[in-house]
């Protein structure tokens, strides 16, 4: 949910996945990401997703002259995930969650410095996906002493998207270690901060 939902944090979730590149020739490059699903007390996530990346300046003669990397990017990502509103909806009843499922494809350009320690990089891309939310379990709304018949998976939700994305971030190598951040502009604001590991 844009807004977070709850308690008002879930708007950020601390996520560790499983992130892979292979290089192959001519600049091509296949990426899979994969987030086993796993629950803490409140929410359940998982995701994954796959896709190609072809630099471009890797087909110029002139690509060691410029420390820059202009590439294409198409990517996938499939997210599911639940949340409990079982303690904090306010309304008696049982088993009560929100349950979404999200398919995304992006299109995008990228442009990147190629230096040693530090890079700076900037994407301008097209957006495009489904989202369904289930509002599921069971509900009994009380109005004064009068209880009503209680309610079974109140409602569905389907939304699409489709939006030009803007990214601005960076990169820091430090030896085996990579620091990054990235800021999205899109119909949704997003921010992401990580640390990952690489020998490249």
Known sequence: MPNGIGDGTANLLPTAYIQGALGLSKGIELKARFLPKYDTD???VGMYGAGLQVEFTNWLPADKLWPIA??????????DGEYDLTDSSGILGENQRIENVTNTWLFQLIASTK???INFYGGLG??????????LGTYRISNGIVTSEP???????SSDVATVR???GTKLKLGFFR???EYHISEF????????????
Not at 126 to 134: I, M, P, Q
Not at 151 to 157: E, G, H, Y
Not at 189 to 200: E, H, L, S, V
């Open 42 to 44: 409140e929410v359940s």
């Open 70 to 79: 202009i590439s294409g990017l198409v990517a996938y990502t499939h997210l």
């Open 115 to 117: 230096l040693p320690v």
């Open 126 to 135: 097209y957006l495009k996906g489904t989202s369904e939310s289930d509002l």
């Open 151 to 157: 309610i079974v998976d109140p409602f569905s939700v």
């Open 166 to 168: 803007g990214t601005l």
């Open 179 to 181: 620091l990054n951040a």
């Open 189 to 200: 604001n997003t921010y992401a901060i990580g640390i990952n590991f690489g020998f490249r």
